[in-house]
């Protein structure tokens, strides 16, 4: 007459909970958040098994509900299944959207599945995050949910839901981070000569540091010219401008630095003892004697460039075959190929010079070293000659370059 309680799942909740349970007694079966049964409804009853010694034996059996209402026999234990797997690999995070795929294994119980992308918590100044409006319903029993388009470094929870309130997939995540924006605020402190910033806030992503650029030009010098390459860590708000004579003309870039990489650069520009509009020095490379357009040779007069010549000996020399402003910047900064006969490069490196004093260097002479070729000059060329001096740190590059210029 009646039927003991079925041991299946030992997740599955049965109302009414009981030991025992009277034959045709409809009991409801539910499981934890997530999960769903395979059978929402079942009932006992019994079935008569062959004939043992002339008498019958009764068996009791469950049936199950189905949907479409009608009971079948269970043939094997009812579990709480999962109703939603998100497939392992297909989570996708950029800094801007989230995409996941996902599949539903009791097709109808996901018939009304939401899913959702919400702001993970409150956003304050200056890194306020607006709130995502994005809900999307989710049909059938595979698909693609992608959240609509968010913010960089930013939590959001993605949750997948049947209402009234039952949750089947919770996650949350932070989206990746991008390159920050540009610097805004950067000054020239006149009591200490040194620049002085605002720091970026890590909106876009933690910040890792700041890339620095200046660039020096000499009031009395026209042909002297300072580049210094910097990378210093977010703590750092201010950094000295290298000391030169009164009216340097200086021209600073400056970019945040995040994992992604380096942001949008500001500019600025900045003349020691004025404070007019800072007006860019023209470059004015020194001239040069002696040339022999026979010989393809001309003399220039090096001095070293280091203050100390006995501490920094190794200047370069770096022949270019055209001179305008643009043009010094580039080969004072970059990286000259070696020297090619049948492929003159614009640029190459003709000498390198343990220069302690000053001195008169034949340029083109056609002597050769390691990684140089003091190349015979062309008749009817244009040259701009640089003497560089290179001095690297753990945190910066600083080249320092004297012009020449003539023509052969």
């Known amino acids: 007459e009646t039927c003991q309680r079925p041991w299946w799942d030992s997740r599955l909740r049965l109302a009414p909970d009981q030991e025992n349970y009277k034959k045709n007694e409809e009991v409801m079966l539910s499981c934890p958040e997530g999960f769903q049964p395979s059978f929402t409804k079942i009932k006992c009853s019994s079935e008569v098994q062959p004939i043992s010694h002339g008498k019958p034996v009764y068996r009791e059996v469950w049936h199950g509900r189905d949907s479409r209402g009608g009971w079948i026999r269970i043939w094997s234990n009812v579990e709480c299944v999962e109703v939603l797997q998100v497939v392992p690999g297909t989570l996708e995070i ?29 956003s304050f100044p200056p890194c306020e995050a607006e709130e995502v409006k994005g809900e999307e319903r989710l049909h059938g029993r595979k698909g693609t949910f992608t959240c609509p388009p968010l913010q960089p470094f930013t939590d959001y929870s993605v949750t997948i839901s049947l209402p009234p309130s039952t949750i089947l997939f919770t996650w949350l995540v932070r989206t990746e981070e991008t390159v920050p924006d540009k610097p805004e605020k950067l000054w020239l402190d006149p009591s200490t000569g040194s620049l002085r910033w605002k720091a970026l806030p890590s909106c876009k992503g933690e910040i890792i540091g700041y890339q620095l650029n200046i660039t020096t030009r000499s009031a009395q010098d026209g042909s002297f010219l300072e580049m210094e390459r910097l990378q210093l860590n977010s703590s750092v708000t201010e950094y000295p401008l290298p000391e030169h004579s009164p009216g340097s003309s200086y021209v600073v870039t ?42 393809g040779t ?66 083109g002479s056609g002597t050769r070293g390691q990684g140089y070729h003091n190349a015979a000059l062309r008749p009817g060329s244009d040259y701009m000659v640089l003497l560089r001096l290179i001095h690297r740190s753990q945190q910066a590059e600083k080249f320092t370059c004297v012009c020449y210029s003539f023509s052969v």
């Open 254 to 295: 400056m970019q945040g630095l995040t994992a992604a990489g380096a942001g949008a650069a500001s500019l600025w520009e900045f003349q020691t003892n004025s404070w007019d509009t800072p007006r860019p020095l023209d470059i004015s490379c020194r001239s040069v004697r002696d040339i022999s357009p026979s010989q």
């Open 298 to 363: 001309a003399v220039l007069p090096l001095r070293p460039i280091a203050p100390h010549p006995e501490v920094v000996r190794e200047h370069q020399l770096i022949v270019a075959a055209m001179h305008n402003g643009t043009a010094v910047e580039g080969a004072c900064l970059g990286e000259p190929q070696p020297f090619n006969a049948s492929r003159q490069p614009s640029t190459y490196v003709a000498a390198v010079l343990n220069l302690t004093a000053p001195m008169d260097f034949v340029l």
């Open 94 to 122: 950029s800094s801007t959207s989230i995409k996941l795929n996902w599949t539903c294994r009791l097709p109808d119980a996901c018939q009304r599945m939401r899913a959702t992308c919400r702001l993970a918590g409150p």
